[in-house]
């Protein structure tokens, strides 16, 4: 009983993410409901002491890692960086490869700390222009989209600055370059295997007669009769002059973003050697700072500063046009995406604290010995059920990470190791069709799951596959 109270809350959560609700509300809902099922009298208690604790602890962490990277995105998109960068990959690689183009375009902003959510309406003008060009079905966009932007760079690729590689840090006590080899070869393992999945979708329709409007000759010639209206949606004209020293310019941001991220990650724990007491200065009620759990999240918030200023500086005329209210909705956005996800923090926090969760990670544990395998298989259910990588993620952490800890300790396995697993399983089954990311980018492409979500769940397929391709490496391997 205890068991299905716990399958009960979290398809209740499951279910209000699928119909468009917020989970800022919905997850406390859900999460006491089990208790109330348990225990009516823990309900006011776990809510004070177990849900608050978690999502304020979540907040506290890491708020200043959302607000920074929606910032940074917004300052790319309103300087003119994405669209000198679209048209410096369209002359790379050439417009007739529209798929690797805006897979390289995606894989560009959120590799440089642009927030997917962001990513997704940045590079769909983008796309659109280029598929059309192309005469590729629109309906392959959202995977094309999703694999640039979801994938590789989101969590496999070290040293990306997206939340799903930062968070593990804290846990593990580790960077966000952890495990660089193992990282390398699962982002190419994906890249590989999703573009061939993508192209081969591609050649199909081509073989079909089916291009950018579909298969129907009307529509064909509606659609066409229409195209000097469709402005808004093809984005700028990538064919236009931009000189040399401003696309190589366009890049310095982002390569900025990655180098002081690096510098600093080594450079302050030399600044901090033995942390910082605040006894030190008289203020002993705010304890002592290990600087090992906070130097991930301080170097990525750093460098996406050094990234803003950066970018404001490439195009400031461009930028203040619209500076105030851009800033202002890359604020709210921040905020939303902050709550959303420390309420399923908080929600873990309870779900972990019940008696059927016991049951449940001890039922995982007999099945899955391999600390790694179920680390990976914990944190990818999770992840598919809140519809969340970050939100399963923090749910399998805060109630499993002693004892994924304890684990590789005994089978002596890098803590490195577990958080380039742990980061990429959360990226495996969370875009299922409830998942925020997913919505937001069909919306954003107008179009449907029964259009469209067959490739985004391919690609989500692919990234599970990495994720135990990557165990399999590592077993027999050692590699890290």
Not at 7 to 22: E, K, N, P, Q, W
Not at 113 to 136: D, K, M, Q
Not at 154 to 159: F, R
Not at 448 to 471: E, N, W
Request: charged share 10%.
């Amino acid at each position: 009983m205890e068991i299905i109270i716990i399958l009960l809350a979290l398809g209740m959560l499951m279910f209000v993410a699928y119909r468009g609700f917020s989970v800022i509300l919905f997850a406390p809902i859900c999460a006491l409901f089990a208790v109330l099922l348990t225990d009516p009298s823990h309900v006011l208690p776990f809510f004070s002491n177990v849900f608050m604790e978690k999502m304020v602890g979540f907040i506290k962490s890491y708020f200043p890692v959302f607000l920074l990277g929606a910032i940074f995105g917004k300052v790319v998109e309103m300087s003119g960086l994405a669209e000198s960068i679209a048209k410096t990959i369209v002359k790379i690689v050439g417009a007739k490869r529209a798929i690797f183009a805006i897979v390289l375009l995606g894989a560009i902003l959120t590799y440089s700390g642009v927030s997917l959510f962001v990513a997704v309406f940045a590079i769909y003008p983008f796309a659109a222009h280029l598929f059309r060009e192309a005469n590729i079905p629109k309906r392959l966009i959202p995977g094309t989209i999703a694999l640039g932007s979801f994938a590789f760079t989101m969590d496999a690729l070290p040293g990306t600055p997206q939340i799903q590689n930062v968070i593990p840090t804290t846990f593990f006590k580790t960077d966000i370059y952890a495990a660089p080899i193992l990282g390398i070869i699962g982002t190419i393992f994906v890249l590989v295997l999703g573009l061939w999945y993508l192209e081969s979708r591609r050649k199909k329709a081509a073989r079909a007669g089916e291009g950018y409007f579909g298969v129907n000759n009307e529509e064909l010639a509606a659609a066409n009769d229409a195209a000097a209206n469709m402005k808004a949606e093809a984005g700028p004209d990538l064919s236009s002059q931009t000189s040399l020293s401003r696309q190589i310019l366009a890049f310095v941001p982002l390569v900025l973003v990655g180098v002081m991220n690096k510098v600093f990650t080594i450079f302050i724990p030399k600044w901090y050697p033995n942390g910082f007491d605040f006894s030190a200065i008289g203020l002993d009620a705010f304890g002592k700072v290990d600087v090992s759990a906070v130097v991930a999240i301080w170097a990525v918030e750093m460098a996406l500063v050094v990234g803003i200023v950066a970018t404001i500086l490439y195009d400031w005329n461009r930028v203040k046009v619209n500076f105030k209210s851009g800033l202002n909705t890359s604020i709210g956005g921040a905020l939303l995406a902050t709550m959303n996800t420390g309420a399923e923090y908080g929600f873990g926090g309870i779900i972990a604290a019940l008696p059927g969760f016991t049951a449940i990670s001890n039922g995982i544990s007999h099945t899955f010995t391999n600390p790694l395998v179920n680390g990976a298989v914990t944190t990818t259910s999770l992840a598919g059920i809140t519809g969340s990588a970050s939100g399963g993620m923090v749910i399998a952490l805060s109630a499993m990470a002693d004892k994924y800890n304890a684990a590789i300790a005994q089978f002596n396995i890098p803590p490195e190791v577990m958080h380039r697993v742990i980061s990429m399983a959360s990226g495996g089954m969370d875009t299922l069709p409830h998942n925020g990311a997913v919505i937001t980018l069909l919306a954003v492409t107008g179009l449907t799951h029964k259009q469209s979500y067959r490739d985004i769940f391919a690609i989500t397929i692919i990234k599970t596959l990495a994720v135990f391709f990557v165990i399999a490496l590592y077993t027999l391997t050692g590699l890290v």
